[in-house]
């Protein structure tokens, strides 16, 4: 009896600690801003009247439409790239599928708004492409100007969110599926619309209402292109500039949370009750085709296309990285390595900063996905789906409304010894990265321990060990390899983070790395070191993103008999 | 509905079949009747399941020639060789109703509206799902979804219908019942059909006639009976029920054909004309075999072994010894009734084999 009372008693102290955290750091401060945002400015009262003034300011007006139109186009835009690599990869036999796959989600691993100033020197007004049609035909494209250049650096950063679900889902398509449609009669483009297509759809809806939601949100890239008036960066500029009690920055991350929701929702709603992501025995994939010579070079034609057009930033970026001038040209006129030694010996506290704040942010996310996931799929504590659901709510909160929210509810608190207030502590940094990041973690978790049998658990329990035990020796690590995914993913992610701490940041020498990069690219001179900081940033990014990749595929090696045993019981 | 006026053949001519530098199928040689229902039986990896769907027109191109009724469709995609087939996971599409799914087909053939409403109506009520015409796929049992997907590939009237182990993901009770409906069905329609199983019982309940697949070359092919009791090899002797197989050698004495065993067991065999042969193989079934107390006397056409009972195994309606005799151990059924007492194991028993009853394989 006692071990089944401690058995209890330890999900729900941990349940309980879990929900007071999320409590306070994430619905607390979002509840502030919405709160305030129908506050009456001096009397206090609850009043649409800020919403009114909001949609009677024409720039408000402006950038509210503005946002939309980018975040509508860069879907456009995204699923352009996204469907010709994800359909050639999945119907036809490719040499270099998997080549093609790995490249086309590299463009996530750099923050988007690195990769928009080397944009502007390839694709810009005065940049390399324009000047060379310019120089051949008499024309230029104005690829980035305005609006132009958001949309193309958000689709390029964006757009392997599309083509990771569009792939799977194509994949997971039973081939049984295609072919009784074509022993039916249906053959070509008929059997693509109204077989293929459709049961593909909910993975295309589920990337693309993904990269709307995070391009509405993303204040980076506007911000370093100098378009300001769209939400997020007038958001950030109202708070910067005009103060914390301006009403219109609570009143667009109102919008900004409203439109995220509804991106969510109509994902989920296109996912729900359609769970066709199942090969049944007999399945496996669609059939795929070889193509003739023809076909195959066309097909080639447009994945390089895409593929360059994509990986550019990266290449701009490194260019920029090593050149010493570079304006005006096609190329830069020489090269150095002097940015490299600038970075190092005089920006390393930016890169330190990093790997402190994504660190500590990555591990408070496993320990809390390990945990959230454990009292969610292994306990029957009352409300402990609520920990999930808030937990990936989250997701539908953008850095700059978290990042208001902290402001406006932490400013007041002073940290006792220190003697501070909480909100210009470098500890708020880590602690909205954890928020902000804790839904990648925590799916990561969950997938693992759906991965672990019960009767594993049950196995370790009848031969005597506690729940606790049990959680320790058995469950931890199994859901190891799903830990380090999520560990890394977070963190990541979290190393690229700019719009949360752009305004929590209160001291440079408390500035990571995104912050550097953005401070550098502030001014021409600063663009060769902040394009070097990049670089390392996306090293960073990308050798963490290797190790886990290593790490998960050993650790599948390892367990695969008993995990396969496990999991088809 | 097709009639059976209107059935046709299928006719395989030397088939050859790969994956890769795999041959999954080699020199498959075949007729069908129009209006059979024929089976493809044979352990998973014997090229039963590959056989069928190059006759749907899925899979690598084979070599050789697939005839349908007269027409040579060997070179034909699947949509133009109208040809029904089931699939083993039914892949009914989960985005469309029951009416969508069974309709599809009819509307790729461009039928007109009208008619497409009352044959979908007719094929479902068929089935017996016509008031499931608005469910989704996922609202419905297994035992519903075999069945929409039977109503939908009929509902085209295909020349041939092919069944791809229909049963397979169906709970034992409902198998039972599933492959009677199906045999009902096949007959009311008198469909050409080809069905693909591992299961013998299957097979033998369902089939006018059994092709026997192994490693991609057809073993035999013949009625389920002919199968079962004469068996041209090992392979089908073991494959279609228990079998005790004795290694030996068939002589001519005074005019007739013994076998003889190397422990010096040895009977006469009727019907094995051919003469002597050097190691062949005697089948007998274990039910073929008596078993009693004691000794008994021969008697004509009986050939008694002395043994011991080395092992029992209780199967309800029978009960299986293993008796030893010399250096064979064979398989015993007899008959359970009720209050009859068993022999115990060690106990000496004597095996009566009536000589007729024994097959020689020659392989």
């Given amino acids: ?569 | 509905m097709a009639s059976g006026a209107g059935a046709v053949g299928v006719t395989i001519e030397d088939l050859n079949l790969s994956f890769g530098s795999t041959a999954v199928l080699k020199g498959i040689g075949l007729h069908i009747e129009p209006g059979e229902l024929f089976t493809f039986l044979g352990p998973s990896g014997s090229g039963k399941s590959t056989l069928l769907r190059a006759i749907a027109g899925f899979g690598p191109e084979p070599d050789g020639k697939i005839l349908i009724g007269a027409d040579d469709v060997t070179h034909l995609p699947p949509w133009q060789r109208h040809v029904g087939m089931v699939f083993q996971s039914y892949a009914l599409w989960p985005h469309m109703t029951v009416r969508s799914n069974v309709a599809f087909g009819l509307e790729e053939r461009k039928a007109p509206a009208r008619e497409i409403g009352d044959r979908v109506d007719r094929a479902l009520d068929l089935v017996g799902l016509l008031s499931y015409a608005d469910r989704r796929p996922s609202q419905l049992s297994g035992g519903q979804q075999q069945r929409v997907a039977l109503a939908r590939t009929i509902v085209v009237e295909p020349r041939v219908l092919l069944l791809d182990e229909p049963l397979s993901n169906l709970d034992a009770n409902l198998r039972v019942e599933m492959r009677r409906e199906i045999l009902g069905l096949q007959r009311k329609l008198s469909l050409t059909t080809i069905f693909v199983t591992h299961d013998q019982e299957e097979a033998n309940t369902i089939s006018d006639r059994i092709a026997v697949l192994d490693e991609g070359v057809i073993q035999q092919v013949g009625s389920p009976m002919q199968l079962y009791d004469e068996p041209s090899n090992r392979f089908v002797a073991n494959f279609l029920g228990t079998a005790n197989l004795i290694d030996g050698d068939l002589r001519e004495i005074g005019g007739k054909a013994v076998f003889t065993a190397a422990d010096g067991l040895s009977f006469p065999v009727e019907g094995a004309a051919g003469g002597a042969t050097r190691g062949c193989t005697a089948m007998v079934r274990p039910q073929s075999l008596r078993i009693a107390a004691g000794r008994a006397p021969e008697r004509g056409g009986f050939v008694a072994l002395s043994g011991n009972v080395e092992h029992r195994e209780f199967l309800g309606s029978v009960i299986r010894y293993s008796v030893r005799t010399g250096e064979h151990t064979l398989l015993v059924d007899e008959t359970h009734q009720a209050g009859q007492p068993p022999f115990g194991v060690g106990d000496a028993v004597v095996l009566g084999l009536e000589s007729r009853q024994a097959r020689i394989l020659i392989e």
């Fill in chain 1, 1 to 569: 009896m006692k071990a089944i009372a401690r058995g209890h008693w330890g999900p729900a102290g941990v349940a309980i600690a879990i929900g007071l955290l999320l409590l306070v750091f994430l619905v607390v401060p979002v509840v502030k801003v919405v709160y305030v945002a129908f506050q009456h400015p001096h009397t206090g009262a609850l009043t649409l009247i800020n919403f009114i003034d909001f949609f009677r300011t024409s720039l408000f007006q402006e950038s509210f439409f503005n946002s939309l139109y980018v975040a509508i186009m860069s879907v456009a835009l995204s699923s352009a790239f996204a469907l010709p690599l994800a359909y050639f990869t999945t119907r036809f036999n490719f040499a270099g599928a998997i080549a093609i796959q790995t490249l086309g989600i590299v463009p996530l691993i750099m923050p988007p708004f690195v990769g928009a100033v080397a944009m502007l020197l390839l694709f810009g007004e005065n940049g390399s492409l324009n000047l060379l049609l310019n120089d051949w035909f008499g024309v230029t494209i104005p690829l980035m100007r305005g609006l132009n250049g958001v949309i193309l650096v958000e689709s390029i950063h964006y757009f392997p969110f599309i083509l990771i679900n569009l792939s799977a889902a194509l994949n997971n398509i039973d081939r049984a599926m295609e072919e009784s449609a074509q022993n039916l009669g249906a053959s070509g483009v008929r059997l693509f619309r109204r077989i293929v297509f459709p049961l593909a759809m909910p993975g295309y809806v589920a990337g693309a209402s993904l990269v709307f939601l995070k391009v509405f949100d993303d204040l980076g890239t506007p911000l370093l292109l100098n378009v300001n008036n769209m939400l997020a960066p007038q958001a950030y500029l109202r708070i910067s500039n005009i103060g914390i009690s301006d009403p219109m920055g609570y009143v667009i991350s109102v919008i900004l949370v409203a439109f995220s929701l509804l991106a969510l929702w109509t994902s989920a709603l296109a996912l729900r009750g359609k769970d066709y992501a199942t090969v049944q025995k007999g399945g496996g994939g669609l059939a795929k085709r070889d193509l003739r010579f023809w076909e195959k070079i066309g097909c080639y034609a447009v994945i390089v296309l895409i593929l360059l057009l994509v990986l550019s930033p990266h290449f701009g970026l490194f260019i920029l990285s090593l050149g010493t001038i570079w304006s005006f040209s096609v190329l830069p006129d020489a090269y150095t390595i002097d940015h490299y030694m600038r970075v190092f010996s005089t920006s390393s506290e930016y890169i330190t900063n990093t790997l402190l704040y994504a660190g500590l942010a990555a591990a408070i996310d496993v320990v809390l996905g390990t945990a959230i996931a454990y009292v969610v799929w292994r306990t029957k504590l009352i409300g402990r789906q609520w920990l999930d659901y808030i937990a990936m709510g989250a997701l539908a909160i953008p850095g700059v409304v978290l990042g208001i929210g902290y402001l406006r509810t932490f400013y007041d608190f002073n940290v006792p010894i220190i003697d501070k207030p909480l909100a210009s502590w470098w500890v708020i940094i880590v602690i909205a990265l954890a928020i902000r990041r804790l839904p990648y973690a925590l799916r990561a978790c969950v997938a693992a321990l759906q991965q672990v049998s019960v009767m594993l658990e049950e196995a370790a329990e009848s031969l005597g060990a506690s729940k606790r035990r049990t959680v320790i020796r058995i469950v931890v690590p199994l859901m190891s390899g799903g830990i380090v995914a999520g560990f890394v993913t977070s963190f990541a992610t979290a190393a690229v983070e700019l719009s949360a701490t752009i305004m929590l940041v209160s001291a440079e020498s408390d500035a990571p790395l995104a912050f550097g990069i953005y401070q550098y690219m502030q001014s021409a001179a600063g663009r060769g070191p902040g394009a070097a900081l990049g670089i390392v940033a996306v090293v960073i990014v990308g050798i963490a993103t290797y190790v886990s990749h290593r790490i998960i595929a050993r650790k599948e090696s390892e367990r695969a008999p008993e995990l396969a045993i496990a999991v088809g019981v």
